[in-house]
């Protein structure tokens, strides 16, 4: 069974800083790796969406690497705004499944 | 492109009675639909999986009697919670996936908070 862990569960900084949220996964056997985020009482925005054969994605200031034979992904945030103040959510595909990680809860401070 | 809307996005219902949460691909052709559970705080739990015109395959510990889905075309499902009790009060998601965009990537809806009261 496909087990996904987010570390840290919270993580609160200063505006303009860069910051790296971590995300593992128990089988390497997956199809691809997604980062969400979501807002307080909302549903989730798609952000980055890793293929298995790829190593990472990027878009804006947001990267994301994905080492599956190790079980890992990192999304990297650069100059980090109040705007990004969210819970993230890592999330892996096996086979149509789609297993979710807790969450890291984001807080940038102005 | 790929939107998924769901409706009502906030419903009340009092306790022993159904609701119905409607869950639409607009510009494609969903070949299987998910529904997710949110209780405060946690992430999303995966309560079942549907393709057009079949019965839903639920995980473990979700009641199908409960819990009710219908797929009943590429573009609608349905999740109705019959009898429902203060403990269904959570956040429901559906997402929509295709074969035929972006190998199988699940696109989800905004999600409907229920009350039960």
């Known amino acids: 069974k496909q087990e996904v862990t987010q570390i840290p569960a919270a993580l609160s900084v200063p505006e303009g800083e860069n910051l790296v949220l971590n995300c593992s996964f128990t089988?390497?056997?997956?199809?691809?790796l997604q980062w969400f985020r979501q807002d307080p009482g909302k549903g989730l925005t798609s952000l980055l969406l890793i293929q298995s054969s790829q190593r990472e994605q990027t878009s804006g200031r947001l990267n994301a690497s994905l080492d599956k034979s190790s079980g890992r992904s990192t999304l990297y945030i650069a100059a980090s705004q109040p705007g990004d103040s969210a819970t993230y959510l890592c999330?892996?595909?096996?086979?149509?499944?789609?297993?979710f990680g807790e969450g890291t809860q984001l807080t940038v401070n102005p | 492109g790929a939107v998924v809307s769901q409706h009502p996005s906030r419903v009340i219902c009092k306790s022993g009675t159904s609701v119905k949460i409607e869950c639409r691909s607009l510009?494609?052709?969903?070949?299987?639909m998910f529904w997710y559970r949110q209780f405060p705080k946690q992430s999303l739990m995966l309560m079942a999986t549907?393709?057009?015109?079949?019965?839903?395959?639920?995980e473990q510990g979700v009641e199908k009697d409960k819990f009710l889905i219908n797929h009943a075309s590429l573009t609608l499902s349905t999740l109705t919670v019959t009898s429902a009790h203060p403990e269904d009060s959570s956040f429901y998601i559906c997402?929509?996936?295709?074969?035929?965009?972006?190998?199988?990537?699940?696109?989800f809806g905004p999600g409907t908070r229920l009350t039960v009261t």
């Open positions: 997402s929509a996936q295709t074969l035929d965009r972006n190998q199988g990537e699940q696109y």
């Open positions: 510009d494609f052709q969903a070949t299987t």
């Open positions: 549907s393709n057009e015109g079949s019965k839903a395959t639920y």
């Open positions: 089988d390497s056997a997956i199809y691809n």
């Open positions: 999330a892996v595909t096996s086979g149509s499944r789609l297993t």
